[in-house]
């Protein structure tokens, strides 16, 4: 009979090769002997999310968990998850549950592939708040999105897109400009900062913002709309 961990090395072999099957096959073999080994749940989680079964990866998330409700990166793995398959309130009370295990420390200590999924989770529901209407609920989850990756160019203009919808103008532009510093080519950043600008009256650097987009893509629509509108023929 195997020992585990001769098992669970055959099991990482099996899954750098992205021989799934072969990975689950391992685990499971590991759990029938040991079925308090909180790490081998999280990692049987890991590949069963790795070839798209979340609601097995959910499964073995949450028993790891049962058994160690401390564990933060399956607390983070069930929140990935959850927010992958729609649950964004499991996926919030999960995050929520990682924070209070090891609080100060979750966001400087993620492992990048989790900070991105979870910063791609709060910008997502970031955008269902703005679609129904709640463009404050909103900011505060692209705040989220932006404190764990601050690079999220499309975010930071959904974030000063929802500013402008309640007239915060300054953290608006702030964040248009931002956009812009991060990516000249992102047209959208310019596109809003000029709107802006136009909703506060400042016609004189809409158009010049407007013209900039222009410059970049010479048959953009919107922009000739929008210079339309500030009475500039294009």
């Known amino acids: 009979m195997a020992e585990w961990k001769d098992l669970y090395t055959l099991a990482k072999e099996a899954y750098e090769k992205k021989d799934y099957k072969g990975a689950v096959e391992y685990l499971e073999r590991i759990l029938k002997d040991h079925k308090d080994f909180a790490d081998i749940y999280n990692f049987l989680g890991i590949v069963k999310h790795e070839y798209g079964d979340y609601n097995g990866a959910i499964d073995a998330f949450r028993r790891a968990v049962e058994i160690n409700p401390n564990y933060i990166e399956a607390l983070l793995n069930l929140s990935v ?80 897109v929802a500013y402008r919808d309640i007239r915060r103008f300054p953290e608006a532009i702030k964040e248009f400009e931002e956009a812009k510093a991060l990516n000249s080519n992102y047209l959208a950043a310019g596109l809003n900062l000029g709107l802006t600008y136009y909703l506060m009256d400042n016609n004189k650097k809409a158009i010049e913002e407007w013209k900039k987009v222009l410059s970049l893509d010479p048959g953009n629509e919107r922009a000739k709309m929008y210079l339309r509108l500030a009475g500039i023929r294009v």
């Open 81 to 160: 998850t959850y927010n992958d398959v729609g649950e964004y309130r499991k996926a919030q009370e999960a995050y929520r549950q990682a924070k209070r295990a090891h609080p100060g420390r979750l966001n400087t200590s993620l492992d990048p592939f989790v900070r991105g999924k979870l910063a791609n989770m709060y910008a997502e529901i970031g955008e269902i708040y703005y679609k129904i209407g709640l463009p404050e609920e909103a900011i505060k989850e692209f705040e989220k999105a932006l404190h764990l990756k601050p690079d999220l160019v499309d975010v930071k203009v959904n974030l000063g």
